[in-house]
């Protein structure tokens, strides 16, 4: 079957306002940038994203987080997006932090039909106890909190239940694919994406490569097709198009092997985003 569609605006259109999400990409790296952008020309809002993170102020989600179209997110990262912070702190934004092997495995569940399962991580904390603020009003009081969880003795240690994550669409991208939705990864960029590609109901994957059926080694295939409704194949300057996430630049007199130190923030307003990262992270 051949799963492959002419455009990004026809494999994002049947997406609509409230839809949930299942996005691929560690930081800018691996993400359905294509996709994304046209989503966002789309025009479907109140998403509810479950990704790692949620890009920058300028790529990845946060083209969508600008523009007011994400009403929830699930992930582990957020750290990076100064508009994320202000509109969580601000109560436009209900947010449900997840411990990143925590969210890996439940996508994973998710794809596996594993309603739930335990895990040791976060016993003891409020992950497990709950009352960690997923939404704020406007005063940035807490109006909705995150329940306490189950928790077990296995073998005279305790461990919390996690429930799987499952979404209606996942929006993922693969460094090479074939028109049976076969897809091949290139290393960090294979974190997330396949894990999100398995929870989504239905799964768009944007390829740099496309190949015919038969060209893709079995054993090289990450991710078998059958996790895959839709294949988009970028063009050339789509597929160069990569974002670097935080760019490092060495000191004129510093060795190559020198601690590097970053370029300055040239956005307005470059305010340090460290305290209400800490503040979003309590």
Known sequence: MDKTVGSAAEAVAAIPDGASLAVGGFGLCGIPSTLIEALHAQG???????SNNCGTDAHGLGVLLGAGRIARVTGSYVGENKEFARQYLTGELEVELVPQGTLAERLRAGGCGIPAFYTPAGVGTPLAEGGIPWRHDREGGVLVASPVKETRDFDRATY???????????LVRAAKGDRHGNLVFEKSARNFNPLAAMAGAVTLAEVEELVEPGELDPDEIHLPGVFVQHVLALTPEQAAEK?????????PDETPYATPVSAPDTTPDATPVSAPRERVGA
């Open 160 to 170: 919390v239940l996690e429930h799987a994550l499952t979404c209606d669409f996942a």
């Open 243 to 251: 974002h670097i996430e935080r760019r490092t630049v060495s000191a």
């Open 44 to 50: 479907a809002s109140g998403l509810r994203v479950v």
